[in-house]
């Protein structure tokens, strides 16, 4: 008879009777069942666990303790380490109802598990295959080429993770169902090379995260893909949460393999604590060919394997379709040349504002240490550094005797984040300085002391920019820098963003494009007659909403508080904030109260104004409430459980998420599309403009003087091609800066160079 063990945190409530129909034992990791958080010393288990088949881990603590693994949402219902089964615990669904799903899958795999029906399979030579010769590889590749299916997966193996830093290793290819072969690349020669693009000429491509596979093999062999498949992104039409998408988690998710690494992973360990060589030194060039074969010829059958899953699934729903060929595919052939280009610095620049920020961070620290409060406190305490928290608590509330401002950290103790030293930093000179040495610290440490060393030998740098890292499907970036996070008070990074010679910056900002979409889809005429008018936006909103007695044009003269309210309410509105958010937004912009009751009123004037928009707001919440999800207009979906989650806070948060995915997800799809058929034009035409990031609604490209009016008409064109989301007679505003670099010269007014 099979044994069963199910352990938990601490013993619960929970009736397993209702998931399992087999016999179990029952044990706590710790006997306290008062205990919150377990400590290791809290741990008092006292089992055999070799008596037992099966062990089946009820939450973290439990899979940590076992297993030690981090992530039990990774492996949920799944096998680890021959015999532990992974189960989330079920409490959580009353609070997240988007955790059932996944759990009753879990109850039945770990069912299937337990009675045999399910069994995990291994890796095996009848699966994985290594080729290291010549011979070998062209007849596989013959195979490969006459196999009557109409697409191949393929994965590459590098010794880093940028092409022009490091050289492939291998690649690896399956061309039929749990079949798999790695090759040494050393054995690829003009035959060989020959033979694979007659194969990915003729078939479908499959990989799963295209972009980072397409720039290895383009830029190593020249190699062309005409036609290609993503499997991560297409997982990303499934489940748009971030996180989610990795080869790994899928394959122990939806295939039988399992952890199908963890032994390659245990190699790596064990070769680092032999070595002495640090974590994060290790390369995949280290690992023998005959120890990496089967785990990298894997990578290929779990691809083949996931993309017969996910294409069967995602071509039942047209909209996910679309957005899948038309957006991110598409798009991974825009952000694979986007990428290519690379961000222009000027390395003169560069080490200017290190050497400047860096005596700049000197002589403010020097002037802190004159003030008489820190001087007492480095004379009690032996010194002072502004980085720590726990010193800065105590010369701030202690020894200048500021009084908190109520906001705290996750422990409990009183913040000294940015926003608190703003606000204290009207009381006193300390906080203001503690302030600007933070700033500038960030900006040498984080940005110009990494970007230098990253530079490529032409002075750029090529880094990240992700289709799959958010949920409303804003790009994100990684990697050597992140683009969407650059200073934006201080314009000496920007600045070093730099056109060469002949060449200018052309930087194109959608004009709000999210309160765009919204009139549109709420067919509002009266928002929609807003962007006719053409004036300026904030000023004839409040204009009308107040109805105030003077001309657009005099409104921010005249009445500047009231376009101040217009503009929170109206941004507001799009991110679902209530008077309370709006009332504190306009009161912190504007440095005068603002109540809540005020904004009440506000707000009701405005959706008087604006009828149809709020008529439109409420009926897309209702649809969300009722159906736990929403399609934007290009079809991307936007699933929204927690809006049936028992905790109204998590409720509504999750419908004004869902409202909010609506404006953001549209908005940053037109100037993805418009982006995307910019740089086809370019390439069709052979314009010499180079397109090197997207910035939240910016589109920022490096353009030679002679280009920038063509670049510029046909870039608004494709911005304001009609998508079915249009106003007739005012197309989405586009507004461009041109100069020499990002920060439109304020760099040079800042340092006069």
Sequence with gaps: MTKVAIIEKTMSSTNYDKYFDFEYDRFALCSDSGKQKILKRDVDIEIETDSYDWLILVGSEPFKNFTRKTSITEYNGKIVDDKFLALINPAMIKFKPEAKKSFEEAVESITGYVSGELTQKSLGDDKCFGIEDTATLHRYLKDALEYPLDYIALDSETSSLYPRNGYMLGFSMSYKKEHGVYVDCECIDDTAEQLMQEIFNKKRVVFHNSKFDLQWFE?????????????????????????????????????????????????????IKRTGILKGDFSYDLIPFEVMKSYAAMDAIVTFLLFQKFEAAILRNEKLYWVYKELLVEGVRFLKDVESNGVPFDRTRLEFGQKRMGEDIQKAVDALQEFPEVKAFVAAKGGFNPNSTLQLRSLLFDYIGLAPTGKKTGTGADSTDAEVLGILAEQHEVPKHILEIRQKVKIKNTYLDKIIPNLDIDDRLRTNFNLHGTTSGRLSSSGKLNMQ???RDNPTVKGCIKAKAGHKIVAMDLTTAEVYCAAVLAKDRGLQNVFKSGGNFHSTI???????PCEVEQVAELYGDKRQQAKAVTFGIMYGAGPKKISEQVTKDSGSVFTMQEAQYVIKDYFEAFPKLREWLNNMQKFIQANGFIYSHFGRKRRLPNVFSSDKGIAAHEVRSGVNALVQSVSSDINLLGAIDTQKYIRKTGMKAKIFALVHDSILAEVPEDEIELYSKKLKEFIQKDRGLSIPDAPVGCDFDVADDYSLGKFSKLYGI
């Design 485 to 487: 996070q650059l200073p």
């Design 219 to 271: 830029y190593h062999f020249n190699f062309e893909f005409p036609q290609f498949e993503d499997t991560m992104l297409m997982h990303y039409m499934f489940d748009e949460n971030p996180g989610t998408h990795g080869l790994k988690t899928l394959a122990i998710k939806h295939t039988d393999y399992g952890d199908y690494e963890a032994e390659l992973d245990n190699w790596k360990a064990a070769y």
């Design 542 to 548: 409040a204009k009308q909403v107040f109805r105030l």
